[in-house]
């Protein structure tokens, strides 16, 4: 295999100026920079790649931080992470970091100590929460999925509070009125947007909120299980739930089963994702369609982007979402 000295002694130029010409094109001339390729296209030369990554103080790899790696929700997006990553030739490190701050903590590390250059963070902490007063450009860093209003540093997202609205709109447009509400984990943004758009939607039939018709529980199946169990036997009047998740709606809609229930007859659930899964349940379910794999995909677009210095600051970016209309929601006679 030809060497960095073999290629130097070919175009006739020091073993740096080859080095250069893989790593800072720019600073040779024409001419010198076009004897060196042709030497090393002539003896099958290929640069140390992990060397040049070195000297340029860069590793191509970024963390991507997610609370819960075994959600669907999660995995889908880091399919569309990854598939940007490979195009631009970034590696991943993935952290299952079960929504644990000192683990986020550590994730930041990773790139003050140069082992990554940039994080993605799937999770609701912002950098700002993870370490005080980041100076603007210290760690590069974007942020997916649960953002909160406060950034400054690129983020995309879906509106919450929008698609909540508009699912809680259409079962009330179907004539539902007693609607339980399976909230994810009380403490999240991305909760409390979605309640306020199911509350937004109330309001705009004339309706009151019952919290009492709210349980909180989370963001799984066996969460929207157990959540389900405990308002529906304190409440069997209900005539539809809305559910902040797929797996969490997937997870209520066993309970009911289990509790004698015929859906969508006696209830109607509606999710929120658009997960594979809710297609092959029984009775398939009606959604929010969030764009998972998209949102992976701009937010490597955007780390990309950060990392080449082609934006700076607070990027945004909101991606829309649609409902899929299913068999598990019914019209009210």
Do not use: W
């Amino acid at each position: 295999m030809a060497q960095i000295r073999d290629v130097s002694k070919r175009a006739g130029v020091s073993p740096a100026t080859v080095s250069r010409a893989f790593s800072d094109p720019g600073k040779l001339s024409k001419d010198t920079l076009k004897r060196v390729l042709k030497a090393a296209e002539e003896l099958n030369y290929k640069p140390n790649s992990m060397a040049q990554l070195f000297r340029i103080k860069r590793t191509n790899a970024v963390l991507v931080m997610v609370p819960d790696v075994a959600n669907v929700l999660f995995a889908r997006i880091l399919s569309g992470i990854e598939r940007i990553a490979t195009e631009k030739d970034y590696f991943l490190l993935v952290s299952d970091t079960k929504d644990d701050p000192e683990v986020e903590r550590a994730g930041l590390e990773m790139v003050e100590t140069r082992r990554a250059d940039g994080v993605i963070q799937l999770g609701e902490r912002g950098l700002g929460d993870l370490i005080a007063d980041p100076a603007p450009g210290q760690i590069p860093f974007v942020q997916a999925v649960e953002t909160r209003s406060a950034h400054a540093y690129p983020i995309v997202q879906i509106n919450n509070f929008a698609a909540a609205e508009s699912m809680a709109s259409y079962l009330l447009s179907l004539g539902h009125r007693k609607i339980g509400v399976l909230a994810g984990l009380q403490d999240r943004y991305v909760t409390s947007e979605r309640l306020r758009g199911f509350r937004s939607a109330l309001d705009s039939f004339g309706i009151g909120f019952d919290e009492n018709l709210v349980e909180y529980g989370a963001y799984s199946m066996a969460g929207g299980a157990q959540a389900a169990l405990r308002l529906l036997s304190r409440n069997r009047s209900l005539t539809a739930l809305f559910t902040m998740s797929d797996e969490m709606a997937i997870g209520a809609i066993r309970t009911a089963q289990d509790l004698g229930m015929q859906l969508p007859h006696d209830l109607s659930v509606t999710g929120f994702d658009n997960i594979e899964f809710g297609k092959y349940c029984t009775p398939p379910l009606t959604t929010v369609m969030q764009p998972a794999e998209r949102i992976g995909e701009v937010a490597m677009t955007l780390m990309g982007n950060l990392l080449r210095g082609e934006i700076t600051g607070d990027a945004e970016q909101t991606l829309g979402t649609e409902l899929v209309i299913r068999a598990s929601v019914r019209r009210l006679t």
